[in-house]
Structures are given as structure tokens and as C-alpha cells.
């Protein structure tokens, strides 16, 4: 399959897993367990599931590893940005808060390389 028909099957998989992750959303009961089932989570299975089948296992275990450590980035970022926006204010907690990000994720990048 060329490039231009898989990003086409991604997209419209992607749609889908979108729908059906939002009405499982809808259906679950706290509301605040309903970002477990957000657009995030059925974009990357999606993209997942179409590598898997037209490229091969390999490339599936680098993309979940790149999703694992970009998650642990995410993560410090948001343990951090509250804390330091209140101290700093908006711009420069932001900021510093992203540089953060970027370090965890730079210090990640050699364990998936």
C-alpha cells in the first residue's frame, strides 16, 4: 500500500476508534474516568493497529516505546506546571514548565534509541 492510502486508512480508523472511544466516554459512569477513553488513546491504537498489519512488529514496539517516554515527559510536565505557574506566573511557570518536558524527554530519548 503507498503512503497516501495508509495516512487515508489511518485517518478514517482513527475516526472511528474516536467515535467508539467517546460513546464508551459517554456510557461510563464517573465522568472524571471519561479521559480514559479520550481522542489520544484511539488515534495512537489506530496508528498502532494500521502499522502493525501493513509494516510489521518492530516499528509497533519503537512507536509504543516513543509513547511510553513521551508520557513520562507529560507527566513531570503536569506534576510541575501547577506548582510553578502559581510561583512564577503564567508565562515563565509555562515556560519553565515546558523545559522540563523537553528534558525528561531528552534524557528518555537514549533508553528507546
Excluded at 509497533?60 to 510561583?87: K, T
Aim: hydrophobic fraction near 65%.
Amino acid at each position: 500500500m503507498n503512503e497516501v492510502g495508509m495516512i487515508a486508512l489511518r485517518a478514517l480508523f482513527g475516526g472511528l476508534l474516536v467515535t467508539v472511544f467517546a460513546l464508551i466516554g459517554e456510557m461510563v459512569s464517573p465522568k472524571r474516568f471519561a479521559g480514559i477513553f479520550a481522542a489520544g488513546p484511539a488515534v495512537a491504537l489506530a496508528g498502532m493497529t494500521i502499522t502493525l498489519v501493513f509494516i510489521g512488529g518492530r516499528q509497533v514496539a519503537e512507536s509504543a516505546q516513543g509513547m511510553i517516554v513521551g508520557s513520562v515527559a507529560l507527566v513531570a510536565f503536569c506534576a510541575s506546571a501547577a506548582p510553578l505557574v502559581e510561583r512564577l506566573g503564567t508565562a515563565a511557570g509555562s515556560v519553565v514548565a515546558l523545559a522540563i518536558w523537553a528534558a525528561v524527554a531528552a534524557l528518555g530519548w537514549p533508553l528507546i534509541s
